[in-house]
């Protein structure tokens, strides 16, 4: 079968040509041949120059996501050549052989130069997301370069792409295992402490990697605090605290199944049941009508903009909930606020903080700005990937 082309418009080939990864389907031209949902098409500039190749979805804004800059098609070896760079990035950082933590992100998408295609580890198990149908097709790579890589530590390979894939243009898939079969309930660690990762049932890839630096702060501030930690998921920051010594902490979500497994793993973790609590509510509302004088107020909201159009409103979140927030703290305390929307950029983020606190009158002073941490890497080509923000301020 041959590869189907791509023409960009004039001037539409400046972005690839700095290896901007996204072709938006307005800034196409024309295409020769027919090409299916999750093919390898060749990119080609106005006039003819090959740009390289992406796989193409029909049906989305990016219609075309760059998976390589070269003029010759992609093949095996081009792929898992690109897993082993990403293992030999982590391997470089540590993190392969940490005695204290064994959950990483392996593959990060546009990060790791393989857009649409996340791969977390978790104690040699690895959970597969893929945001396009071409990466989906790549299935049988991924699992011989994994299996290629981890040898007689891989565990599982499980495939959690029925969701992302239907979002993403429809496509219909099950779960499953494509390697091992052993189910969800296992028993991962992140700097020492240990959590249950369901991501067979779980949201996203069952667990939020990406807080794991952020987590270690916190901890570093718990001792003998009262602590609200919400939007808590699995209770992340919760055990940190909880290890480090708090004095009380408040985990807070709407899904009792995410409680459920807290309290999993508050017992697992063998901390004294009677300085923790699970709250089943709403945070925006619990907030405003909260009774105790928390020292720390952590929030760490799903992504409240999905999409550019949806900026406006979400900032009109992030405002309201952080104002709640400034309002409710003890004099001096400490609130952990974070933006996981890629559509609302740092500067954004803080300026909806900064405005939040002025809505209130408090003082209040950042004292960190916090990101994503490395195994989340962004493509200097690709700023879009900064998407997790944070910040620690202080409210006197
Ligand atoms: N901090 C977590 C990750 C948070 S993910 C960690 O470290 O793992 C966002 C969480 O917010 C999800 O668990 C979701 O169930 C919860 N959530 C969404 N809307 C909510 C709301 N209005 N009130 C409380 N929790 C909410």
Avoid at 144 to 171: C, E, M, P, R
Avoid at 274 to 298: G, L, N, P, R, W
Avoid at 343 to 362: E, M, N, P
Wanted: aromatic share 10%.
């Amino acid at each position: 079968m041959s590869t189907a082309t791509v023409y960009l418009k004039p001037k539409k080939d400046e972005s690839i040509r700095r290896f901007h990864p996204w072709v938006f389907s307005g800034a196409i031209k024309q295409i020769d041949g027919q090409p299916a949902n999750g093919d390898t098409v060749r990119v080609c500039a106005n006039k003819g120059a090959v740009l390289g190749y992406g796989h193409y979805s029909p049906n989305a804004t990016i219609a075309v996501r760059m998976v390589s800059f070269d003029e010759e098609i992609p093949d095996e070896n081009f792929w898992i050549e690109k897993i082993r760079k990403a293992y030999q990035m982590r391997e470089a950082l540590g993190m392969t052989s940490d005695t204290k933590s064994n959950t990483y992100r392996l593959v990060h998408a546009e990060g790791d130069r393989l857009p649409g295609l996340i791969i977390d580890h978790f104690d040699g198990h690895l959970v597969i997301q893929t945001h396009s149908l071409g990466m989906h097709l790549l299935r049988d790579h991924w699992v011989s370069a994994l299996k290629d890589i981890y040898g007689s530590n891989l565990k599982s390979i499980y495939d959690k792409s029925s969701s992302t894939l239907k979002k993403n243009g429809g496509y219909e898939m099950e779960n499953e295992y494509l390697f091992g079969d052993e189910k969800s309930g296992n028993i991962s660690l992140e700097n020492g402490h240990q959590f249950l990762i369901d991501w067979e049932g779980g949201q996203k890839t069952g667990f939020f990697i990406d807080q794991r630096e952020n987590r270690e702060l916190l901890g570093k501030v718990s001792k003998g605090k009262k602590i609200l930690n919400s939007f808590c998921y699995t209770g992340g920051f919760s055990i940190y605290a909880l290890g480090n010594g708090a004095e009380l902490v408040h985990s807070l979500d709407s899904s009792q199944k995410a409680l459920d497994l807290v309290e999993e793993n508050v017992k697992l973790n063998g901390f004294d049941s009677s300085k923790h609590a699970c709250i089943h509510a709403d945070a925006v509302q619990f907030i405003k009508d909260a009774e105790t004088d928390y020292d720390i107020i952590i929030l760490d909201p799903p992504a409240f903009a999905k999409h550019m159009n949806a900026r406006h409103k979400a900032v009109q979140g992030y405002k309201r909930i952080n104002a709640r927030a400034i309002e409710k703290i003890k004099p001096g305390g400490l609130i952990f606020t974070f933006s996981c929307s890629q559509a609302v950029d740092k500067q954004l983020f803080t300026h909806t903080i900064i405005a939040a606190a002025i809505s209130v009158g408090r003082e209040v002073k950042i004292l960190h700005q916090l990101h994503q941490p490395a195994d989340h890497p962004i493509s200097a080509f690709h700023p879009e990937g900064e998407y997790l923000k944070g910040l620690v301020i202080q409210v006197n």
